[in-house]
């Protein structure tokens, strides 16, 4: 199927993928859109030890349903008509070397900052160095590894944006052994069993905040399953729907109105958790579609360019930073004024370091390792 909107005729052309269908540039820059604010949302939480008085995203954790439909949506583009003259081996091998470069360079970021962190203080030093070496060979495999000290609960402990990371290959897995041989109506089916669940879970927990910890992993795997579904049920269907073409910037800010919408107080049972579940079920998707019909200009296409190449690096690499930042408010107990100011330097030195690892490393591993993904 062809891209369905044609670029304005001033706008320079979109990236290309692997078998040169133009990139839905528009659905490119919300990620990007979406990964500044999951690490606003943290660097935020961090700053008020994550009070929500002195949170502004406050629903950012939702970013994550929103890559899980943006990913549903654009796997369905870019590999739903390759099946034949593709195999599982290309598909999976193409997948890895997409997104494992990066993940590996998060698992070695959060060693060094576990290890080397300056204001942790005596509690991470007791840790046996085979511990960590264990939990970095576990999360060189995106495998769930025990809690460290100063990393709460999560599964993934030294990279905690990991455990979404192994989500997404559990979703890739699915599509290319199941999903992807369903028809529209089956995959709406699977819909109407995983929102189900999702609108329990979301209720119960009054929030849809759940899935990195051992406590609430299999809600991740169904927030996992229910937006990555309804990403690829989209792509299907997205030619039915109305071609309204807002554009990137628009919906952005329709993106950042949602996420730093006031939470609804917890003296209002399952409210919270509704609001986000809504959001997930009913704007996200409309954003997507909105998203995939838009055309945009030269100077939009340029920014969507920008933060579609930045969103991933971002996010699976800002955490190992943000531990730093974290212990150095949780042990140090600085003034306002200086966590205000060493969290803006956390957020340029993310964007600076996710950009400069996407040029010098992650490009050029891609670029070595395309030819394992060509069919022989």
């Known amino acids: ?79 739903n008509d390759r099946w034949g003259r593709m195999g599982l081996k290309q598909f999976f091998l193409t997948r890895l070397v997409r997104l494992h470069p990066l993940v590996l360079l998060g698992a070695v970021l959060g060693v060094l900052s576990f290890v080397f962190d300056p204001f942790a203080g005596a509690t991470q030093s007791v840790i046996p160095l085979r511990t960590v070496a264990i939990d970095f060979v576990l999360i ?51 819909l109407i069993v995983t929102g189900a669940g999702l609108i329990w879970c979301a209720a119960q927990n009054n929030s849809m905040d759940m899935g990195s910890d051992f406590g609430s992993y299999w809600r991740g795997t169904l927030r996992m399953a229910f937006s990555f579904t309804l990403g690829l049920w989209l792509y299907r269907m997205h030619d039915r729907f109305p071609k309204l073409r807002p554009g990137w910037i628009v919906l952005s800010l329709v993106l950042i109105a949602a996420m730093c919408a006031p939470r609804i107080p917890q003296s209002v ?41 930045i969103s991933y690096p971002i996010y699976i690499l800002h955490y190992p930073f943000l531990f730093i930042y974290m212990n150095y408010v949780n042990f140090r107990h600085p003034p306002m004024q200086d966590r205000l100011l060493w969290a803006s330097v956390a957020f340029i030195v993310v964007v600076g370091f996710a950009w400069s690892a996407l040029k010098l490393y992650d490009e050029p591993i891609r670029r070595a390792l395309k030819p394992l993904t060509l069919k022989r």
């Open 1 to 79: 199927m062809s891209h369905t909107a044609a670029p304005i005729q001033d706008a320079p052309a979109p990236d290309a993928t692997a078998t040169g269908k133009p990139h839905y540039e528009v659905l490119d820059g919300l990620r990007g859109t979406a990964a500044v604010l999951v690490v606003l949302f943290h660097i935020m939480g961090m700053t008020a030890n994550w009070s929500d008085n002195g949170q502004l995203v406050h629903h950012g954790h939702l970013a994550v349903d929103f890559f899980f439909t943006l990913s549903g949506f654009v796997i369905g583009y870019a590999y």
């Open 269 to 309: 049972a399952h409210a919270n958790g509704l609001l986000e579940v809504a959001m997930v079920i009913l704007l996200f998707p409309l954003i997507v579609l909105l998203g995939a019909h838009s055309q945009i200009g030269r100077a939009e296409m340029a920014a969507c360019k920008f933060a579609g190449h």
């Open 140 to 190: 060189a495999f995106l495998l769930p590894h025990s809690p460290l000290p100063n990393r709460w609960t999560d599964t993934h402990s030294l990279n905690s944006p990991a455990w979404s990371l192994l989500q997404e290959y559990i979703g890739n897995i699915a599509y290319a052994l199941i999903l992807r041989r369903l028809k529209a109506r089956w995959l709406f089916a699977i």
